[in-house]
Nanobody, 124 residues
């Protein structure tokens, strides 16, 4: 099983940018599609973005399309989420997740491994 550690969260003003990283260990990320999810207080975990193993296909929630970009560097065993034009409603704990031999899914139950999360807070 792959172990995942997120980093890059923090406090940013509305309109600002952050880049989250998800570093994997234990197995090569080439075996996994990757996803980013988020969970705000009192809300369910929701899909943000996903990418297939090679990086040739990406998927986004409508709420972040055009503002967030998911990418990966398999040589570094790392996945990224570049977030721009941040809004207060983007405030949440962001989790990365790995889907073994998958193509990238909107559903959290499809993912086998999860990181511990990183807090993103956007002030108005």
């Amino acid at each position: 099983q792959v172990q995942l550690v997120e980093s890059g969260g923090g406090l940013v003003q509305a309109g600002g940018s952050l880049r989250l990283s998800c570093a994997a260990s234990g197995r090569t990320l080439r075996l996994y599609a990757m996803g980013w999810f988020r969970q705000a207080p009192g809300k369910e975990r929701e899909f943000v973005a996903a990418i297939n193993w090679s990086g040739t296909s990406t998927y986004y929630a409508d709420s972040v399309k055009g503002r967030f970009t998911i990418s990966r560097d398999n040589a570094k065993n790392t996945v990224y989420l570049q977030m721009t034009s941040l809004k207060p409603e983007d405030t949440a704990v962001y989790y990365c997740a790995a889907e073994h031999l998958g193509g990238g899914s909107y559903y959290p139950t499809r993912y086998d491994s999860w990181g511990q999360g990183t807090q993103v807070t956007v002030s108005s």
